[in-house]
């Protein structure tokens, strides 16, 4: 999961994730759920109307879950 923020730490409903081929958009907390990653080294970017796009990057066992946090500028 990635929860997207904006800089005053407000979620940003609608926001999209993308990690190789897998994508998915936020919900209205903020929240981005991403199922399906191939295990190993990624880079998710994150991008939403009106801020500034962002990565992160993360790796990723077999049957992990992670919880990321990522602030969008402006």
Do not use: Q
């Amino acid at each position: 999961m990635i929860e997207v923020r904006d800089p005053d730490g407000k979620p940003v409903p609608a926001a999209h994730a993308d990690v190789d081929d897998v994508s998915a958009v936020a919900d209205d907390s903020g929240t981005v759920r991403l199922t399906r990653v191939p295990t190993g080294s990624r880079v998710a970017t994150v991008r939403a109307l009106g801020y500034e796009p962002a990565t992160l990057s993360f790796a990723l066992g077999a049957d992990s879950v992670r919880t990321a946090r990522v602030a969008l500028g402006r």
